[in-house]
């Protein structure tokens, strides 16, 4: 269980908030200003330590967090120009995630805010995505809806306001950022595969080969990538396997995941009546989901809001962002240390 969330009267600015990011394997950190905005943020990748594992090693990420956290921290107060004196509360990712890595940037995080008796609160690593383009000059403004796909989620939200959202749409299997690297690695393409799919998809030639668009052909607004996984699995099997055809079959799944992600997208403006469309986490990097969507909002009379790519993976910025919207709104947590591996997003308390 997280701690219990609780509220004193809000202010109009907190001051400088810590954030620290370390739900998996990146560790990241940053500071943000609600009146100045973001003053700094730093980000270390553990890719090339579990390249040679094909994957993520969660003990291996859970130390490699205690190694790189607290010099992150110096290190983004010094780009910041403050000292930890100046910090008015910390913010961290308390779920979903790996547990282990969770509770290293928790503790560091809760031992730093009871050092200094600051306010601190445990942050949903998605609804940190899910912000993450208010850290753009020009925001969204509720209500809109949400496209969260990462390597974990594929999830369309409603959200009438910060702290208020109504899950639309789940994945059922594999999410878009998982069947990208599950992809990836029977292709033999190298890890992190996602990233190296949609960069040999670039090569690839239009029309060789056609997959599927799962679960657009029915009602509703959950996706299965699965399926589409073993249909690339049998076409790659059946091909020359020639480094042509490895791209041609690289674009066209790409093709199939962008077009169905696009087609539920389209059908959660259509119920909900919105007309703005937040996309974020992981896969929101993709520049042919990128352009499929705001080519889509030009033509179709919505608009579509990206975070930039540094803040799509996972990072810090968003979460200092996220706890200081709610430690401004008055919310923060008892002194326990506290994480949650699966974590509803609706279940968030909203922000005033």
Same mark, same amino acid.
């Given at each position: 269980m997280?701690?219990?969330? $609780? *509220?004193? =009267? =809000?202010g109009t600015s907190i001051g400088p908030v810590l954030g620290v990011e370390t739900s998996c394997d990146e560790t990241g950190v940053?500071? $943000?200003?609600s009146a100045r905005g973001l003053l700094a943020h730093t980000l270390y990748s553990q890719i090339r330590m579990h390249a040679d594992y094909g994957g993520v090693v969660p003990e291996l990420a859970s130390r490699d967090h205690v190694r790189k956290l607290l010099p992150l921290v110096?290190?983004?107060l010094g780009q910041a120009g403050l000292g930890v004196d100046d910090l008015r509360g910390v913010a961290y990712t308390a779920g979903p995630g790996l547990v282990g890595a969770l509770l290293v940037g928790a503790t560091a995080a809760r031992s730093l805010a009871w050092a200094l008796d600051l306010p601190a609160i445990g942050v949903h690593h998605m609804e940190g995505h899910l912000l993450a383009p208010l850290l753009e000059p020009d925001p969204p403004q509720p209500p809109f809806v949400a496209l969260l796909v990462s390597g974990g989620h594929s999830m369309l939200i409603k959200v009438d306001a910060i702290g208020r959202y109504e899950l639309l749409g789940d994945t059922l299997d594999d999410a878009a950022g998982e069947a990208f690297d599950k992809t990836a690695k029977l292709m033999d393409l190298p890890y992190p595969g996602g990233p190296a799919l949609a960069q040999l998809a670039e090569q690839g030639r239009p029309g060789k080969f056609r997959f599927a668009r799962p679960m657009t052909d029915r009602p509703g607004l959950d996706f299965s990538f699965s399926g589409l996984k073993t249909q690339v699995l049998l076409a790659w099997q059946a091909s020359d396997r020639s480094e042509q055809t490895k791209a041609d079959v690289a674009r066209a799944f790409e093709e199939a995941v962008v077009e169905t992600l696009a087609i539920k997208c389209r059908r959660a403006l259509a119920i909900t009546g919105a007309r703005s469309l937040v996309v974020a986490g992981g896969?929101? *990097?993709n520049r042919h989901l990128r352009k499929e969507l705001a080519d889509a909002g030009v033509k179709e009379g919505f608009r579509t809001y990206f975070p930039r790519p540094e803040f799509c993976t996972d990072n810090g910025a968003m979460i200092a962002l996220a706890g200081a919207l709610r430690l401004q709104a008055g919310q923060f947590e008892t002194p326990a240390i506290a994480v949650r591996p699966r974590w509803d997003l609706a279940s968030l308390p909203p922000v005033a």
């Amino acid at each position: 269980m997280t701690n219990q969330v $609780f *509220a004193k =009267p =809000p202010g109009t600015s907190i001051g400088p908030v810590l954030g620290v990011e370390t739900s998996c394997d990146e560790t990241g950190v940053a500071v $943000f200003d609600s009146a100045r905005g973001l003053l700094a943020h730093t980000l270390y990748s553990q890719i090339r330590m579990h390249a040679d594992y094909g994957g993520v090693v969660p003990e291996l990420a859970s130390r490699d967090h205690v190694r790189k956290l607290l010099p992150l921290v110096r290190e983004t107060l010094g780009q910041a120009g403050l000292g930890v004196d100046d910090l008015r509360g910390v913010a961290y990712t308390a779920g979903p995630g790996l547990v282990g890595a969770l509770l290293v940037g928790a503790t560091a995080a809760r031992s730093l805010a009871w050092a200094l008796d600051l306010p601190a609160i445990g942050v949903h690593h998605m609804e940190g995505h899910l912000l993450a383009p208010l850290l753009e000059p020009d925001p969204p403004q509720p209500p809109f809806v949400a496209l969260l796909v990462s390597g974990g989620h594929s999830m369309l939200i409603k959200v009438d306001a910060i702290g208020r959202y109504e899950l639309l749409g789940d994945t059922l299997d594999d999410a878009a950022g998982e069947a990208f690297d599950k992809t990836a690695k029977l292709m033999d393409l190298p890890y992190p595969g996602g990233p190296a799919l949609a960069q040999l998809a670039e090569q690839g030639r239009p029309g060789k080969f056609r997959f599927a668009r799962p679960m657009t052909d029915r009602p509703g607004l959950d996706f299965s990538f699965s399926g589409l996984k073993t249909q690339v699995l049998l076409a790659w099997q059946a091909s020359d396997r020639s480094e042509q055809t490895k791209a041609d079959v690289a674009r066209a799944f790409e093709e199939a995941v962008v077009e169905t992600l696009a087609i539920k997208c389209r059908r959660a403006l259509a119920i909900t009546g919105a007309r703005s469309l937040v996309v974020a986490g992981g896969v929101g *990097a993709n520049r042919h989901l990128r352009k499929e969507l705001a080519d889509a909002g030009v033509k179709e009379g919505f608009r579509t809001y990206f975070p930039r790519p540094e803040f799509c993976t996972d990072n810090g910025a968003m979460i200092a962002l996220a706890g200081a919207l709610r430690l401004q709104a008055g919310q923060f947590e008892t002194p326990a240390i506290a994480v949650r591996p699966r974590w509803d997003l609706a279940s968030l308390p909203p922000v005033a």
